[in-house]
């Protein structure tokens, strides 16, 4: 079989890649080594949408971090998965944790997170009741959420489906060919293979193992 995208692994990730393709007029392929999707990294997810004050400015994972919670509200709507604004706390104890607080929230105005401040005792035990008497200060954030990984894979993956997406569980990746017209050749371990112009890597934990297929050892 011939495909113009070959994704390569059936999480959360390439759920949402294969979502995305197939809006468009051009034939993909969602490859997933399981016998069905989220059954990886993805279905032990935390569940946490992160605000993005940890990540370090200027980084690819600051930005996308950001724009990724900005965007999930509205993603979870569209695919009818529960989204769940919930705000997070980042609790210090004494005040070494509160300097701690103080570069999160440095850290995470540069990075654009909205709403973002550091709370009083106060102010923390009249938001939580049930927090330590030991808490001495919270860094807010508010934009932070929660949402079902599996869920959002799921329905993700259903979507790309009807949407034209061709879904191929077992198929496991264990060798790439690289023609010279530079197409490629997935064959998996059960000893079919696929033809691609384009393949995607979201194989999570194991994208090094797919990424080697192809020379890259880093």
């Known amino acids: 079989m011939y495909y113009d995208v070959a994704v390569i692994g059936a999480g959360v990730v390439g759920g949402l890649i294969a979502r995305e393709l197939s809006k468009y007029d051009i034939k993909t392929v969602l490859l997933e080594k399981c016998n069905d999707m989220a059954m990886g990294t ?18 690819l994972k600051a930005q996308l971090n950001v724009k990724g919670s900005e965007a ?20 210090a104890f004494d005040e070494s944790q509160i300097a701690t607080l103080e570069e999160l929230l440095e850290r995470g105005k540069t990075n654009g997170v909205k709403g973002l401040e550091i709370i ?14 030991e808490a001495l200060a919270a860094l807010w954030a508010p934009t932070a959420a929660l949402v079902s990984p599996y869920e959002l894979n799921i329905a993700a993956v259903e979507n790309a489906v009807v949407n034209g ?21 997935l ?30 050892t880093m």
């Open 42 to 59: 993805t279905k032990a997810n935390s569940a946490i949408v992160h605000a993005g004050f940890d990540s370090h400015p200027g980084t």
């Open 120 to 133: 009083s005792q106060e102010r923390l035990r009249q938001m939580e009741p049930n927090i330590s008497s």
């Open 165 to 185: 997406v061709e879904f191929r569980r077992n198929f496991d990746v264990v060798k790439i060919n690289r023609d010279t017209d530079g197409e490629y050749e």
């Open 72 to 91: 999930m509200e509205s993603l979870c709507a569209k695919l009818a998965v529960p989204y769940r604004r919930t705000g997070s706390f980042v609790i």
């Open 187 to 216: 064959v998996s371990a059960a000893g079919g293979s696929i033809r691609a112009k384009y393949v995607i890597n979201a194989a999570g934990v194991e994208s090094d193992d797919i990424a080697a297929m192809l020379g890259d």
